[in-house]
């Protein structure tokens, strides 16, 4: 099986299972490879391992002693920040490579969402609970210990964020007006936390319009979540804009059969309509 293969296989297979049982670090890994299909999975593979490795040493009896949610952030800071020397990439924020979390290893530095799996994958390895959050602009984590929760910051070496904090930040990434709502601290999935990935990817492949590139991201994230309408429909569009239109018309039925959006169906089934007199 070729590097390219296996890749697919091990997203195909992330895509069928439930969302609890996804390994975040190993699909990230295996969407890198679609890109870069001459890399070798075992050496990244065996980086994340050290990470985790790294971890377990530090939860000795004395951590324990006067483990708090505080203690736990800072070993994740440690670790990550310090040992390994990963931070947010501010000066060069819209490379490509910071979406791929290959070149994110290689170069230590990375979008908010790269760096935010490395933290989910070290803490979830020691049972600690860790989830993405539905921040608009900024991946952000939620890191909790019983009753006790903080906000962190993976770009931003895990620093703890306060809630003037986010309000500062989503005014700078989603206008003045932005106010914080109870849906900007809404967990997400895992299936999410990689669509995110992504989607930085697809969006950086369309503003440079190379629709094809775009249409390649897009069957990576179907790999993951072959049930989510909404990636068979902008599929179907892209699809339809590069003049593809018995792939676009697939798509598109495709949509149909898995949403339960009655606007968007009828606009979509008038298009089909559309793109079959096209095709005749």
Do not use: C
């Amino acid at each position: 099986m070729t590097r390219h293969a296996e890749a697919r296989a091990i997203l195909s297979h992330t895509g069928e299972l439930p969302d609890e049982a996804i390994d975040l670090a190993e699909a990230a890994l295996a969407l890198a490879a679609l890109d870069t299909p001459d890399a070798d999975l075992s050496g990244y593979r065996r980086h994340i391992r050290a990470i985790l490795d790294d971890v377990a040493d530090r939860v000795d009896d004395r951590f324990r002693e006067t483990e708090s949610l505080e203690s736990r952030i800072d070993l994740l800071r440690h670790v990550i920040g310090e040992r390994h020397g990963y931070s947010g990439d501010h000066d060069t924020y819209d490379d490509l490579q910071n979406a791929n979390l290959m070149r994110v290893i290689d170069r230590r530095r990375g979008l908010p969402v790269a760096l935010g799996i490395l933290y989910m994958h070290a803490a979830r390895s020691q049972g600690w609970p860790i989830v993405g959050l539905n921040f608009p602009g900024h991946f952000l984590i939620r890191v909790d210990l019983g009753p006790a929760r903080a906000i962190i910051d993976p770009f931003n070496d895990g620093q703890i964020r306060s809630a003037a904090d986010l309000r500062e930040l989503l005014k700078a990434t989603a206008g003045g007006e932005a106010e914080l709502s109870p849906e900007h601290y809404r967990p997400v999935s895992n299936r999410d936390v990689l669509l995110r990935l992504q989607n930085n990817i697809k969006l950086r492949h369309l503003s440079a319009h190379d629709v094809a590139k775009a249409l390649e991201v897009l069957e990576a994230m179907r790999l993951l979540a072959p049930q989510e309408p909404a990636l068979w429909r902008e599929t179907g569009l892209l699809e339809a804009h590069a003049g593809k239109l018995t792939d676009a018309i697939a798509a598109l039925e495709t949509f149909m059969a898995l949403s339960g959006d009655q606007h968007q169906r009828h606009q979509t089934a008038s298009l089909i309509q559309t793109l079959k007199k096209r095709l005749n």
